[in-house]
């Protein structure tokens, strides 16, 4: 059995440089499947429609949503179809390192109102009142993790969200059997469990949290089926500038 005491160090065939556009739509293509099995982008939503909400009450202008790691940038086109529907004012935008995901991401959403753009997050400048991160902070390294925290804190104007793994034996083994089971592309198949192995305990979280020394948001770390930690920041109202 696999030992899950700490953080795998192991490097994700995705994170290898190198890849055809081929393999990673392909990849990407699966993951977005996986990412629907397991109900992660109906738990985005909420979040989404829950900010915009309470932005609201405190701005007239649109909301501006940054996805970090976008990846094939279906969640970006979900919550612009909801949008839509509840007309909401909102203004998308994502930020990848990936220069295939851009070429992915206008393919399948051709008439999406989003900015796709490719580029390192921590040295972003424009700050944004929502910043999403999914499935990304566990790529990184505990020195690049504090950094991330920083630049979330430093770039989000009202909250943030990171929604990633919990490190556990059950999703690490559940997962081998789904993408198996559902002939998930290699890639998927190989970096779905390691991604688990890479994932978080709860103190973890917090450590990461007390290390960003962020006193102008008000933190939250909520569980979800299955096995997934959403970390949410909401800045202090008399912090807001909006």
């Known amino acids: 059995m696999i030992d899950l005491a700490q953080r795998s160090q192991m490097l994700e065939l995705m994170d290898m440089p190198d890849h055809s556009i081929e393999e990673w739509r392909a990849c ?48 970006l086109a979900m919550i612009e179809q909801m949008a839509k529907r509840k007309n909401y004012k909102i203004e998308l935008c994502g930020i990848d390192l990936n220069p295939w995901a851009k070429i992915v991401a206008n393919e399948r959403n051709p008439q999406a109102s989003i900015r796709f753009q490719i580029g390192d ?39 943030w969200l990171i929604h990633d793994l919990h490190r556990h ?38 450590q990461l949290i007390d290390a960003s020394e962020a006193s102008s948001f008000e933190f939250n770390i909520k569980w979800h089926m299955p096995f997934k930690y959403q970390v949410s920041a909401l800045r202090r109202q008399h912090e807001l500038n909006l």
Do not use: C
């Open 28 to 75: 990407l293509g699966d993951i977005d499947r996986l990412n629907r099995w397991t109900g992660m982008y109906s738990q985005i939503l909420r979040f989404v429609e829950a900010a915009y909400l309470r932005f609201r009450q405190s701005s007239t202008r649109p909301m501006s949503i940054l996805d970090v790691g976008y990846g094939s940038g279906e969640l």
């Open 121 to 159: 997050f921590l040295k972003t400048e424009e700050p944004s009142d929502v910043v999403i991160s999914t499935l990304v902070s566990h790529h990184l390294n505990r020195e690049e993790l504090n950094e991330f925290y920083l630049a979330l804190n430093r770039l989000t104007s009202f909250t």
């Open 169 to 206: 034996f059950i999703s690490y083994y559940g997962l081998k059997v789904i993408t198996k089971l559902g002939r998930l592309h290699p890639m998927v198949r190989n970096d779905g469990p390691l991604s688990v192995a890479k994932g978080f305990r709860r103190q973890e979280l917090q």
